[in-house]
Nanobody
Framework: QVQLVESGGGLVQPGGSLRLSCATSGFTWPYNTIGWFRQAPGKEREGVSCIISDRSTYYANSVKGRFTISRDNAENTVYLQMNSLEPEDTAVYYC????????????????????WGQGTQVTVSS
């Protein structure tokens, strides 16, 4: 059974940093595609970044240059390093996994992912 557990969220001031973790279990590592999504109140869930088993990475335009996705194969964990955070980054962040390689814009489509974590809240505010 695939399990994903996010951690690392919290309250941070604008310009600050956070590192989110997605601990995974129940599937062969590295999994084909693991993505980070976020959902702000009243808004649709949107793709933020994803990493493919061949180490390809993708970033939404809104976070490009500020966020970095990476994985630790020894720990079966995917990270999202978030720098220069803005109030617009406030949302619940989810990690998700799918047994397929989703390249380009496909990795931003939440309906293509079959397994999800419970989410972690990120609040950027002064």
């Amino acid at each position: 059974q695939v399990q994903l557990v996010e951690s690392g969220g919290g309250l941070v001031q604008p310009g600050g940093s956070l590192r989110l973790s997605c601990a995974t279990s129940g599937f062969t590592w590295p999994y084909n595609t693991i993505g980070w999504f976020r959902q702000a109140p009243g808004k649709e869930r949107e793709g933020v970044s994803c990493i493919i088993s061949d180490r390809s990475t993708y970033y939404a335009n809104s976070v490009k240059g500020r966020f970095t996705i990476s994985r630790d194969n020894a720990e079966n964990t995917v990270y999202l390093q978030m720098n220069s955070l803005e109030p617009e980054d406030t949302a619940v962040y989810y990690c998700a996994a799918v047994a397929a390689r989703l390249y380009d814009s496909n990795c931003y489509r939440p309906y293509l992912f079959g397994s999800w974590g419970q989410g972690t809240q990120v609040t950027v505010s002064s």
